[in-house]
């Protein structure tokens, strides 16, 4: 089940992060400010997906849910709650749920804070980039880096091995990644208004 509901958020996410980009960039060469209202709702849709997918693998990780290839690689039924919740972001397809969470509440908190302004010009040049960077990460997500990828629990498997050894022992672990990343991906709003 975790695999079908996270997969299909990160599809819908893919999809509302194309449908996006191309709706900002029709509505804005073409002046439909009923099209460019639209980037509105997309953006939540983003957001909205963003979050599903996250809580989906927090919810598999604390389950245990071995099924998961991904589960299987960084978890541990012996690793401590705090430690677990931050498995998710120790290896490269869990970093990449955490990156498109981050671009998904950034692009809707964008929406919002400029709901006012939705049919300028400037706003839907800035909203079809935020977009398209969306759309990228959501495409690695979908396809080559997939964490919801699902297969049989192997013969003799007992447990996983836990979170990367770097991130077992310390607090800060919790802490550390998402506010690196509230950095990282903060500075895509200003570049898209830049760009």
Known sequence: MNQLVGFGALTIGFTASVCGFIGS????????????RLMYQWSFLVAAAAVVAFVVMEIALF???FT????RTVGSSTTPALFNFAALWSSLEGSLL???????IFMAL??????????????????????????FFFAL??????????????????????PN???????????????????????????????
């Open 25 to 36: 960039i029709y509505g804005v060469v073409t002046s439909r400010k009923s099209v460019m």
């Open 63 to 65: 389950q245990r849910d």
């Open 68 to 71: 998961l290839d991904y589960v």
């Open 98 to 104: 955490l990156w498109i969470l981050m671009i998904g």
């Open 110 to 135: 964008t929406a919002l804070k400029y709901r006012s302004r939705r049919t300028d010009p400037v706003f839907g040049w800035a909203m079809a980039i935020m977009f398209l960077v969306s759309a």
């Open 141 to 162: 997500v979908v396809g080559p880096a997939n964490p919801f990828v699902s297969s049989p629990i192997p013969e003799g498997f007992v447990d996983g091995a836990g």
């Open 165 to 195: 050894p770097l991130l077992q022992n310390h607090i800060l672990v919790a802490f550390h990644p998402p506010f690196l990343y509230i950095g990282y991906v903060g500075f895509t709003v200003p570049f898209a208004f830049g760009i």
